[in-house]
């Protein structure tokens, strides 16, 4: 159940309450009404969506070898962050998508997760790829952003 309050012609929904205790205003945390024998809560504090965890997810190709063969000329390689972005706060279900921000682009798989695949062809030896992207979490009330750096590198040692 949410409470509401009229603000110009739309109702909008409450998500501080606050009551009087002695000389200062205090934050309510829970409503509760008697159902029966128990107590129900009806209303809970909102939380705001905050993000925390990686702010890298990176990625490598090594070979050694003499040109031209083994290594190959070109490589796609695929970095994913070591642990998935944590989200705290918010309503349940919140909607992810990641967007370029800057640098090199990268191919993004699974980018309504918290933990996509980034992946990028045509690396070429001993370079290093670095693009930005945000992640975006939302719950229709708030929304919070944490940006990514991704790296790739292809390293190659020709044997000599």
């Known amino acids: ?77 695929q970095a994913t962050p070591a642990t998935p972005i944590a989200v705290s706060g918010g309503n349940p279900g919140p909607t992810v998508s990641w967007a370029w921000v800057s640098g090199d682009v990268f191919t993004v798989s699974n980018g309504s997760t918290l933990q996509p695949t980034f992946s990028i062809g045509s690396v070429g030896h001993n370079i290093t790829k670095t693009g930005v992207y945000r992640c975006t979490v939302s719950d229709g009330v708030s929304s919070a952003t944490r940006d990514v750096t991704v790296s790739v590198t292809y390293t190659w040692d020709n044997g000599l």
């Not at 909008?12 to 024998?37: D, E, F």
């Not at 990625?59 to 003499?66: H, L, P, T, V």
């Open 1 to 77: 159940m949410a409470f509401y309050r009229k603000s110009g012609g739309s109702n909008v929904a409450i998500t501080t309450l606050k009551r009087r205790s002695g000389s200062t205003w205090v934050n309510v945390q829970t409503v509760k009404r008697r159902s029966g024998g128990t107590w129900v809560t009806v209303w809970s504090a909102y939380t705001p969506i905050t993000l925390s965890g990686p702010t890298t997810a990176s990625g490598s190709y090594q070979c050694s070898g003499q040109s031209p063969s083994p290594c190959p000329t070109q490589v796609t390689i």
